[in-house]
C-alpha cells in the first residue's frame, strides 16, 4: 500500500459506513418513490380519462407523460448515482462494478424508451451493441475470482 493510502485509511474508516447508510436510505426512498410512481400511472391509465396534458406542469401530468420505461430507467440511473458516491468515501475502488451495472442497465431502458422515435436505426443498434458489450464487460468483472493476496515472508523461527 502507498503512504498515500495509509494515511488516509482511518478517514476512510470514519466516513465509510455513514456514506453507505446515506446511499441505502436514499435507494429505499428512490425504489418506494418508483412504487408511487407507478402505482399511480396505472390508477391514471384505469381510472381517470384525463389525456397528457404537454402544456402543464403537474406531477400527475408528468407521470401520466413520461413512458414507465423512462421512469425506471431514470430511477436505476439514480440508483446508481447513489451507489457510485457512495463508493466515493472507501478506499475500495473495485466495488464499482454493482453501481456501473446498474446505471448501465438505466441507460439501455433509455434507449429502449426512445427507441420508436429514433431517426436513424443503425445508431440505435450500435449504441445497442456497444450497452450490450458494456453490460458483458462489468457482469464478467463481476463474476471473476479476486486476486489472492501476495503471500508474506515465511514467519521467523
Not at 482511518?10 to 408511487?36: C, D, K, N, S, Y
Not at 410512481?37 to 402543464?56: E, N, Q, R, S
Not at 429502449?112 to 422515435?117: D, F
Request: glycine share 8%; charged share 10%.
Amino acid at each position: 500500500m502507498d503512504p498515500v493510502d495509509t494515511a488516509s485509511e482511518p478517514l476512510h474508516r470514519a466516513f465509510e459506513r455513514p456514506a453507505q447508510i446515506v446511499a441505502t436510505v436514499a435507494r429505499m426512498l428512490l425504489g418506494l418513490g418508483l412504487a408511487a410512481a407507478l402505482i399511480l400511472k396505472v390508477y391514471m391509465a384505469i381510472f381517470t380519462d384525463h389525456g397528457c396534458l404537454p402544456d402543464t406542469d403537474t406531477l400527475g401530468n408528468a407521470i401520466r407523460c413520461t413512458p414507465t420505461l423512462e421512469i425506471v430507467a431514470q430511477v436505476l440511473m439514480l440508483v446508481a448515482g447513489f451507489g457510485a458516491a457512495a463508493l466515493m468515501f472507501t478506499d475500495r475502488p473495485w466495488r464499482l462494478a454493482p453501481p456501473l451495472l446498474i446505471g448501465t442497465v438505466g441507460v439501455l431502458l433509455q434507449v429502449l424508451a426512445g427507441i420508436g422515435a429514433a431517426v436513424s436505426l443503425w445508431q440505435t443498434a450500435l449504441i445497442l451493441a456497444a450497452l450490450m458489450a458494456v453490460l458483458a464487460g462489468v457482469f464478467v468483472a463481476m463474476r471473476l475470482p479476486p486476486k489472492a493476496p501476495e503471500p508474506g515472508p515465511p514467519p521467523a523461527p
